[in-house]
């Protein structure tokens, strides 16, 4: 039913986003990429393809952050062309998608001006998807004031309703008889990544309400386990990422901050919370999720986190194998017609093409020999059809 | 079978009518003509949303791949055939509608059932022929629209989906012979030619 009506609004830039399913590179354009021998050759080669008005007037020996900036301004810039053509609730729906880029990229910019780097260059880094008017009055502080730096961001942003809850909770997590030092101090010793974890749950919570509140039921069946699973995908890696972390040093504080930091939502929620809060080896994190889904095949693999310091170039990482399951979910849910699903796969899959050619960039700039195992580490969009 | 003539009933006889009587004595022409229109406007209200799902998928997917845009046409000519369906049952029907000045005194109740019989066979044609091709028109858009999305990606899906579409469109082409044959019968004057 809802393909009857789901063009009044949104069936012109659904239409789009499924006509730029042709820009993604294929598995044969990916073995031309690794056999490129240096930066100038990736570069003349992806002009070749989709990327190719993005990188025209650029010095061939391209940089490659400069490159991976170029190629995330053109997303941005599809993605623009998107949100101009859409009305009402996927307006909304797609707004709501570019404020993780926002949450980067203003937790970014606080933490260069904590670190006195300079804003041109701070500016000129930012994320093009998650790039709003406002963020030019993040400005230089003033001494030590850090409070309003996050009255600025509070203000003027528009994901300030996210970082008045965030301040909001820990202000209250501190002890009592609080004194305007104290907050002071929490602010200044605020860790970036904590801040980036914490507002990144909470949108992924709000943006959740927004999806089983306003969208029809096939975006709903779509997007909900798409994010459920990216809901749980965090859980993991918090949990994962805590343990034998240096900086957690007792039980109880280990779980209060896996606590503040885990999504309330998700498959794993709250069913299994009770165990992976306490799971403090990689056996008894798996234990804790083996009744959901994959995840217990999907941790089968991964390397155990207390051994962090052994990790190289080759190991498959957490993260990698999680983003190749979430590939394979992504793909799926963009071949669904009819639902809101399609932009967010479309997103995610070409922030993993990017990913994938800044790897292989990287790889060949440092010009590693062709049998190293990092060549394999690239997770390819839609390949995972096939099979 | 003697009702009388409603337009003479008195208030009493009006109370102590049944709902059945009441129905009874709607115009047989009210119900034809209600049913020309039902068959027409439910048809082209079928087709116009079925133009129309397709119409955004074909124009979205003509952004990246304009060599589509002739092509996927056809899903457009497909939903517009059902509204030629419509147009088709409505001219047909209307044919059956004959006028009369006035009855013969002796045979009003023949010639008033045989008015009804009519009137309802133009009534009930009109909404099988409308309802069917309500739903072969969405059925053909929403086809259309996949028709348009695959070919961008992969053109030789285009003729496969094709063969969907065309069986879709056979749909509304059931409801036009059935309806033909369920209006057949009706005719307004058969019993009372003096």
Redesign the interface.
Known sequence: MD??VF?VDD?????????????FLTEAQYQQMKNCASIPELKSFLEETDYQNCLQADNPQIPTSILRQRLKKKLADEFEYIEAQSTGTLTKYLFHLRCRFMIDNVVNMIEGLKNKIDIEILLSNIDPLGWFPEIKNIKVLEGDDYSSLYRDVLIDTPIGVYFMKFLEESIENLHENRTLNDIQNLFREMKPEYIRTSLKKMWLEDFYLFCEQELMPTSQEVLLELLKFEADFKTIQVIYNSIGNRDLNTAAKIITTRKQLCPTIGNLYPDCEKMYLQAMTLDTLREAVKGCDNYRDLLKDAPDPLKREEFNVQTKTLDDIMYDDECRRYALAFDG?GSYGVFYSYLKLKEQEIRNIIWLAEMISRKLAKNHPGWKKIIIPFSHLGK | MNWGNPYDWTELEWQSATWGERFMFIDPYFWSYFGVALALATSIIGAS?GI??TG??????????PRIRSKNLISVIFCEAVAIYGVIMGIIMIGKVQTIESYPDDQIDECYTTALFGGYSLFWTGVSVGLSNLICG?AV??TG??C??AD??TPETFVKILVVEIFGSALGLFGVIVGIIQCSGASFLKNCLP
């Not at chain 1, 069936?11 to 820009?23: N, P, V």
């Not at chain 2, 955004?56 to 791949?65: E, I, M, P, Q």
């Open positions: 393909l009857c063009g069936g012109y830039a659904e239409a789009i986003i499924r006509g730029l399913r042709a820009s017609q | 949303w129309f799902i955004v998928s074909l124009l979205g997917s003509t952004v990246k791949a969405i858009g929403v629209s996949g348009a999305i961008a990606q």
